[in-house]
């Protein structure tokens, strides 16, 4: 069974930082792609980043692009989002979401982490 | 604003069908496949069809997904009081190189 659980949320002050972790299990974490997707307070799914499974490259919304990096650690199975210069609105709960080869479609999400950034 | 477009709300009685669309462009859904999901109240969303009309283990054949030109389609049978939930649909831009969600369709069944 496919599990993500995520951790590392909780309240920081703007311009800080904070890194958000998502343990995997069940599946062959090294050969799938994987995502950050947040929802804001009421919004909708907004796709933060993604790291591809295939040939290791990296994408970025261009909300967070030079303020976020996504990593990973295929010996512990870990997605790892470090979050810079952290904005008010970046304030939501982040999903740790499973792909396949592709880095759309994704067919496993956590349970998700809540980062709010407020003085 | 998002890149695709999804209608705010659909409603329809218990039993009925329902359609919500997802509009974009050349970039997008005309030329990468479409996926749905369904985001029940307080809880992650879940994978419901991936490829445009395909359905993962488990998701009933209520749910059906379509795709023509620039626009994308999911339809739902057979309604139910527990189908009550946010929809999106979601692709790749390949003009942008970044993943786009639809802005949400909140199903009423009422």
């Known amino acids: 069974e496919v599990q993500l659980l995520e951790s590392g949320g909780g309240l920081v002050q703007p311009g800080g930082s904070l890194r958000l972790s998502c343990a995997a299990s069940g599946f062959t974490f090294s050969s799938s792609a994987m995502s950050w997707v947040r929802q804001a307070p009421g919004k909708g799914l907004e796709w933060v980043a993604a790291?591809?499974?295939?040939?290791?490259?990296?994408h970025y919304a261009d909300s967070v692009k030079g303020r976020f990096t996504i990593s990973r650690d295929n010996s512990k199975n870990t997605l790892y989002l470090q979050m810079n210069s952290l904005r008010a609105e970046d304030t939501a709960v982040y999903y740790c979401?499973?792909?396949?080869?592709?880095?759309?479609?994704?067919?496993?999400w956590g349970q998700g982490t809540l980062v709010t950034v407020s003085s | 604003q998002s890149v695709l477009t999804q209608p705010p709300s659909v409603s329809a009685a218990p039993g009925q069908k329902v359609t919500i669309s997802c509009s974009g462009s050349s970039s997008n859904i005309g030329n990468n496949y479409v996926s749905w999901y369904q985001q029940l109240p307080g809880t992650a969303p879940k994978l419901l069809i991936y490829?445009?009309?395909k359905r993962p283990s488990g998701i009933p054949d209520r749910f059906s997904g379509s795709k023509s030109g620039t626009s994308a389609t999911l339809g739902i049978t057979g309604l139910q009081t527990g189908d009550e939930a946010d929809y999106y649909c979601?692709?790749?831009?390949?003009?942008?190189?970044?993943?786009?969600f639809g802005g949400g369709t909140k199903l009423t069944v009422l």
């Open positions: 790291f591809s499974g295939s040939d290791g490259s990296t």
């Open positions: 979401a499973k792909s396949g080869k592709r880095i759309t479609n994704f067919d496993s």
């Open positions: 490829d445009n009309n």
């Open positions: 979601e692709t790749w831009d390949s003009s942008l190189s970044v993943v786009v």
